[in-house]
């Protein structure tokens, strides 16, 4: 037992798996920001009497809520190079795999977003906006000033709780040989030969962190229903 969890080996392995954690963070928070801004947008436009927008925005969340994140992250792996490539004269030589993780996550990630947004959205009385309405304000005044601040509110905890399934997800940056947390302790597990530690360890890791905010979260919401 004592050999196959090798557990010695890992406090020597801290600084590299700190390195693996700050990749995870950086695509949790960046997916995170970039999802809710563009899901905010592509709610409003679900909910706007302008059929042009309101189709794109249905078609959007509707495919990218149809595939599964592993394949999009694949996609636009293979995709993201090329254009930028193409635009940018990027050489071959430089590694994008960061830049087609965030690409991938924050598109994909805008359309669950977009969903908790327009239920929230749709929470707020019907008579705020008629209000916003008769003071002369616009529909993209009246959600930006009236409706959306309220909705929020009463969507954080929510929002909070997608941005835990995130976070588990950026896992699978490891099919696109990407180091984050997970990929670093794998590499590591393999090369030192205490690849079962390192994955008891990960996931203790990634209990540790989720239960945490999970805990938060709840704390949240009980203050907000008060």
């Known amino acids: 037992m004592g050999e196959l969890f090798a557990w010695g080996s890992i ?11 700050v990749a995870t963070l950086q695509i949790t928070f960046i997916a ?13 436009m679900r909910l706007s009497g302008v059929k042009l927008l309101k189709v794109f925005a ?27 490539r193409q635009l940018l004269d990027v050489p071959p030589t430089w590694d994008i795999r960061m830049v087609s993780a965030l690409v991938a996550f924050s598109l994909f990630e805008a359309a669950y977003y977009s969903e908790i947004i327009r239920a929230g959205i749709q929470s707020v009385s019907r008579g705020q906006i008629s209000a916003a309405f008769a003071l002369g304000m616009s529909y993209w005044q009246a959600m930006g000033l009236v409706i959306l601040p309220q909705a929020f509110r009463n969507m954080v905890p929510l929002l909070l709780t997608q941005g835990i399934i995130l976070f588990q997800d950026t896992s699978l940056v490891y099919a696109i040989a990407l180091a984050d947390f997970f990929g670093m302790a794998y590499q590591i597990g393999q090369r030192d030969g205490s690849l079962p530690a390192m994955i008891v360890f990960t996931a203790v890791v990634y209990f540790v962190i989720c239960y945490s905010v999970s805990v938060l979260v709840k704390r949240l919401q009980t203050r907000l229903v008060k």
């Not at 995170?32 to 409003?44: N, P």
């Not at 078609?59 to 254009?83: D, E, G, K, T």
Request: net charge positive; charged share 5%; hydrophobic share 70%.
């Open 11 to 21: 406090p020597a392995q801290l600084p590299l798996l700190w390195k693996g954690m």
């Open 58 to 84: 249905d078609a959007y969340v509707n495919i990218f809520r149809s595939i599964p994140l592993l394949m999009v992250l694949l996609w636009f792996f293979l995709i993201v190079p090329q254009v930028l």
């Open 32 to 44: 995170i920001v970039v999802g809710i801004v563009w899901g905010t947008l592509l709610a409003m």
